[in-house]
């Protein structure tokens, strides 16, 4: 948001929030101006004492609470009965339905859930859903202002669980998690298939249009003809959810500590980051996919 | 091979075969051409009668025939009698487990499963398996060749079907086809989920490893217990295997033309190679992961 001039306050009762702020704020600015993006113009950015002051006039409130439903219900009665009646409430979720969510909402017609990416100030992804009372113009204009803030609204038009990206995630983690339980590889060497192969195919182009390619010019009818039976084989583990022992939390922890050696959590953050600016320069240069949302967002910049 | 001066002599039975390589290569040395790689001086690429007259005098052999047991064995078999008794054999399968691919072979302690990935020209990764029956000999000269070849191989020490990638792969496949058959999201939506999120993510650094930074300073082991849970949330259908409907069929592939609109598989292929290079190549310039592994082609390359 910052980055298109809007000014934003924060809510957060956290006693380290201003903390954690700042180190985010360095490390997106930083991003930012590797990218050649405007920094010298954002908006402000403002911790506040409560959630009826960070919504006084607010035009989009986003409510990034932790996942329990309890909590959110709390916290979205509150939004909703202190944001401006023309105000837009934008919930992070990443698993709950927005019709689950708007229950304890006297406006519910004005609730998305718009579930970003980590890192969100990189990652053009924003999943827009609307509940059973969402309006159709609150999804309108959903979309109208993530685009505008420069990501890539993706209008999922069924409201599940967990929505389209996290179920695509939810089945990785699972068979991850078995291939670890049954000593078949650690985290490293499972990191290091996706990275080194099919993880560079992904930031690019999605795994149907991948398997088109594969199936020649027989296109997807060809693929599925050839690689559909392999569904049947019983080559995996995904009849099953695996058994979060402690032992296995234990296993995961540890290889985990050994595959980051001496990298802090920081290290990695900007690690990744500079990766991630670097892969996102280099689509802009082909027009490619994230490359051309960023292309957007720079023209959106300098108009 | 042939980027390091490497004569490939081809068998294929195919009558199209000339054809399809020279298309393949062509693309092939357009990706390598804009890496930067020398390609003015590899090695020769042939293709012959039989398997014998491909195997005589061959180090290597790669077996890379269709997915059915019948049809690996018995070209394994042919190739176990033509080859030179100090040749290694690798199998290309993306699914069977070398022990069971050996059982035709006089010499198994000589057969590695060395599985590519598309395109094989660009991506890094070869997964590398013995059998029961291979020798540890056989593991250590197969990872050593595929290094010198440029690539990144990765050594699964445990026999599994389908190995570690394809067993992430084939998770997300599944999910993807409760997501199209639900009628949640059309192939071109899911693509989209993958490429403006978490597909950039996995260019780079693998789920692990970003789930560590997303633990924060607690690391694995918090992220473990904030988001552990979420595994019995019933939101899942991979519990299931979605039947292979001839409708399921016909929607994916009207959704897959329709997401082509008029571009053509080559279209595809090359647009596809093109955002690759341009990834790679920045990959590259940070140093990270499949860029390391360029790098490392382009020294073996002027050395």
Redesign the interface.
Known sequence: MRLRGVDVAVYDPSPSAQEILDAVMIDAVAAWDALGLATDQVGTLTIVDSIAEADSGAGLVQESVP?RLDIKHSTLAAIDAAAPVDALIASSTS?YKPTDLATSMGHPERLVVAHP??PVY????V?IVGGDQTSLGSIDRAMETYRLLGM?P?H???E???F??D?????????????VN????T????????????????????????Y??????G???HF??QF?????????K?????E?TDEL?DT??D???A??GDRS?RD??Q??D???V??????E??G???GQ?LANLRSLQSS
């Open positions: 996942e698993g990416f980590n990189l990652l053009p992804l999943e890539h993706l999922v038009r069924k599940i669980d967990a389209i990206a179920r695509l995630l939810e089945a990785v983690w699972r068979e991850a998690l078995w291939l049954d000593g078949i590889a985290t490293e060497e499972i990191d290091d298939a996706i990275r080194y192969g099919f993880g560079l195919r992904w930031a690019q182009m999605g795994t149907f249009e991948t088109r390619i594969a199936g020649g010019e296109g997807m009818r599925m003809a559909g039976p392999a569904l049947k084989w019983p080559w995996t995904l009849m099953d959810t695996p979060l939390i995961i922890a290889q985990s500590d595959q980051a959590i990695l953050a690690e990744r500079r990766n991630l670097a892969i996102l320069s280099a689509l240069g082909v490619s996919g994230a949302t």
